[in-house]
């Protein structure tokens, strides 16, 4: 039986008429558009489909989209504003952080998610704070080095 579920979707009131037991990720990707959020391996184990749900990151394709009711999600489209890229897209891509790109998205908002817990982390804490987040391609100290640019940034220093 479908349920109506609200909840707020990169700053915008969203409702919608759903399976509610529908996992979070294919209602973001094939009901709402919402492509950035990739599917991986279906289990919560690779990260290509973490979003922020009230800041934390979650991995989307564990979650019935009836769990995200009256919450907040942001997705990796979501991080951009007013056509500007946030600094960990940018410095995503000046640190060349990136191989397929298919864990990107996962990557930043996971990176995101860190960074509004520990605006200042050590390069440990990054590593360890990233660690469930799979790259097959090997980008990972371009990774750590693209965070490390964009915690900076965020907090006003180049």
């Not at 440990?124 to 100290?141: F, K, P, T, V």
């Amino acid at each position: 039986m479908e349920e109506t579920i609200r909840f707020k979707l990169n700053g915008k009131k969203t409702e919608l008429t759903t399976d509610p037991d529908q996992t979070l990720l294919w209602v973001l990707r094939n009901q709402l558009g919402f492509t950035g959020t990739k599917f991986g391996c279906g289990i919560g184990f690779c990260g290509a489909c973490t979003v922020l749900i009230n800041n934390e990151p979650v991995r989307s394709c564990m979650m019935p989209v009836s769990g995200a009711a009256g919450k907040s999600i942001v997705t990796i489209e979501g991080l951009a504003k007013n056509g500007n890229l946030h600094p960990l897209q940018k410095a995503f891509i000046e640190h060349d952080a990136l191989q397929c790109g298919y864990c990107t998205p996962g990557m930043i908002i996971t990176a995101a998610g860190l960074l509004k817990k520990n605006p200042s982390p050590t390069r440990q804490q990054i590593i360890d704070g990233m660690e469930d987040n799979l790259c097959r391609c090997g980008a990972h100290n371009r990774i750590i080095e693209a965070i490390q640019t964009a915690a900076k940034e965020m907090k006003g220093g180049k």
